[in-house]
């Protein structure tokens, strides 16, 4: 099946910077990729839509200046999370749609990245 | 609204045993539906999905059905093995307004499997 790898898979960073994560679909082209959120003891919970190309779309209560998301080619979005705080840390994990499958198998997911701000 | 609500664990079983995970869905017209499984420290794998009613999907020894009628997708297994021990989770897409699927997905909040040898 598809590939779609995330990096980095553990990040520890101090409060008040900013973290960048990788996503890429490695054998086929993502017009569209996601991102989601996992709460400890939760559901993934989607926080914005990437578009190649265009601006992101945000789910309602997810701060769009706070986790930026680029997603600048058909293989590579990235998700910022900027000026981060303890509540930032959380589990985010990214998927790619691949359009040639059409409405098919679901969206495949990268592993995943598990964010500590101290 | 779109929503995916499946049974609340820990679920602990002894090996060999029958599994059922609960799952049900709320949502318009008939989206897909999938299972996921999330084994202990990694990522998201999808298991299984069915996208019209009556629907089997099946890997790996598990199988759902899509019940349109009881608006259902309960996971089963006959025998479980210590290695199934991991989250689950069931989901849907959403349909878009011209019918077909949004691309994003729907989760419950997954259900924890332990099995013991």
């Known amino acids: 099946g598809a590939v779609v790898s995330q990096h980095p898979s553990r990040v520890i960073c101090k409060s008040g910077t900013s973290v960048k994560i990788e996503c890429r679909s490695l054998?086929?082209?993502?017009?569209?990729m996601f991102w989601y959120r996992q709460f400890p003891k939760q559901s993934l919970m989607l926080m914005a839509t990437?578009?190649?190309?265009?601006?992101?779309?945000?789910e309602q209560g997810v701060e769009k200046d706070k986790f930026l998301i680029n997603h600048a080619s058909l293989t590579l979005s990235t998700l910022t999370v900027t000026s981060a705080h303890p509540e930032d840390s959380s589990f985010y994990i990214c998927?790619?749609?691949?359009?040639?499958?059409?409405?098919?198998?679901?969206?495949?997911f990268g592993q995943g990245t598990r964010l500590t701000v101290v | 609204g779109n929503s995916v609500t499946q049974m609340e664990g820990p679920v602990t079983l002894s090996e060999e045993a029958f599994l059922t995970i609960n799952c049900t869905y709320t949502a318009t017209g008939y989206p897909s539906l999938f299972w996921y499984v999330q084994y202990p420290g990694e990522g998201l794998q999808l298991l299984l999905k069915a996208t019209k009613a009556d629907d089997k999907g099946s890997n790996k020894g598990f199988e759902a059905t899509y019940r349109k009628e009881t608006t259902s997708f309960h996971l089963e297994k006959g025998s479980v093995q210590v290695s199934d021990s991991a989250v689950y989770f069931c989901a849907l897409t959403p349909l878009a307004d011209y019918g077909g699927s949004q691309g994003n997905l729907i989760f419950g909040k997954g259900t924890k499997l332990s099995v013991k040898p």
């Open positions: 054998d086929f082209q993502a017009t569209t």
């Open positions: 990437s578009n190649e190309g265009s601006k992101a779309t945000y």
């Open positions: 998927s790619a749609r691949d359009v040639t499958q059409g409405d098919g198998p679901g969206a495949f």
